[in-house]
């Protein structure tokens, strides 16, 4: 291994740069070449890169985005673009990448793959809508986000005596909407993996209120509905004035949390090591005991499963 390509691709996740700078200060650290892949995979069909070196990475731990920037390209999906970066990737001399993103990234390191480029992929989202590991990188730091503005919302609902309604991030998946009314002790989460039901989410705001709660606080995953019209239905039932906030890109951005920077730090070790041990097609991930790597098409074609335990959890603590 004497050339290591890095590269963010998809949304942006907090923690992307501390993988970068692993896999640069490790990869420098045993004589490997490095080069940074601007915009992820458009960068590869673009030939834009930057031969890396210790001071590329200097000052990024802590920042959120990635450095490299990032994109989702239409373009590499297709055969055109991936025979232009197949092109790039030899003429650029790359033995070996390594991929930061979420599903679509991954799905994009298999493309490569298939066409002969050793790869290692690192999960890096704030969605945590891979199901091979339990977080990903981005994940912890978009919660605090989240935990931070509810906080904010739930002053000004005790004040107003209102409901509130919190659309969070995660497309398909309901990870952040669930974490995050655990953690900020939410009344009721509305997320895809579980129909909801307007009576139920009706009742415990009424329950609340009986029992002398000043506020509602309800998060909902913007995969699971449209924020305005499930607040006006809760307040034509409850007849409680209801109030909607979509929290949208804040969560995307921040100073890493501990747990992303170390996290970021160890995947992007592991993923150098496994290039070098002449290892392919890996996908590095954390189980509560710590990293580990699989086999990438066996760690997509794993199904998420729905947090049932989490979900009741939510719901017992908030009666
Ligand atoms: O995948 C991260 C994410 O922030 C999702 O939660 C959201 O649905 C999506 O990206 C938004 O993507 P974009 O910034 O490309 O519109």
Redesign the pocket.
């Known amino acids: 291994m004497r050339k290591i390509g890095v590269l963010t691709s ?2 942006d ?1 907090p923690g992307m740069n501390a993988a970068i700078r692993a896999v640069v200060r490790y990869g420098i650290y045993n004589n490997i070449n490095i080069v940074g892949i601007h915009n992820g995979f458009k960068g590869l069909v673009e030939g834009s890169y930057t031969d890396m070196n210790l001071s590329s990475v200097a000052d990024i731990i802590h920042r959120g985005g990635t450095v490299l920037g990032s994109a ?1 390209s239409k373009e590499f999906m297709a055969e055109k673009g991936l025979s232009k970066a197949l092109r790039n990737i030899k003429y650029i001399g790359i033995d070996g990448l390594v991929i930061i993103g ?1 599903n679509g990234s991954f799905r994009g390191s298999l493309e490569l793959e298939n066409a002969g480029v050793p790869t290692i992929s690192i999960p890096g ?3 945590n ?1 891979l199901a091979y590991t339990k977080y990903s990188l981005g994940f912890f730091t978009a919660l605090t986000t989240v935990l931070e503005s509810v906080e904010k919302i739930r002053d000004t609902s005790s004040s107003h005596g209102r409901t509130d309604l919190i659309q969070v ?3 398909d998946c309901g990870d ?1 909407a669930l974490y995050a009314g655990l953690a900020g002790g939410a009344e009721m989460v509305i997320i895809p993996e579980i129909e909801y039901n307007m009576e139920e989410v009706c009742h415990k705001i009424m329950q609340g209120r009986t029992r002398g709660k000043k506020h509602s606080i309800i998060i909902l995953a ?2 699971a509905g449209e924020a305005k019209d499930i607040s006006e239905r809760i307040e034509e039932k409850t007849g409680i004035t209801t109030r909607y906030s979509i929290l949208g ?1 804040t ?2 951005g921040g100073a890493p949390s501990a747990y992303d920077r170390l996290m970021g730090s160890q995947m992007g070790v592991m993923a150098v090591k496994l290039l070098c041990a002449s290892q392919r097609k890996r996908a590095v991930g954390v189980t509560d005991t710590g990293i580990f790597d699989m086999d990438l098409e066996e760690a997509l074609a794993i199904e998420k499963t729905f947090d049932k335990t989490t979900y009741e959890l939510t719901k017992i603590l908030s009666i």
Do not use: C, F, S, W
Request: charged fraction near 35%; hydrophobic fraction near 20%.
């Open positions: 998809g949304g996740a989702r979420g989202t704030i969605d809508d991030m995660g497309r952040i913007e995969g890109y969560q995307r």
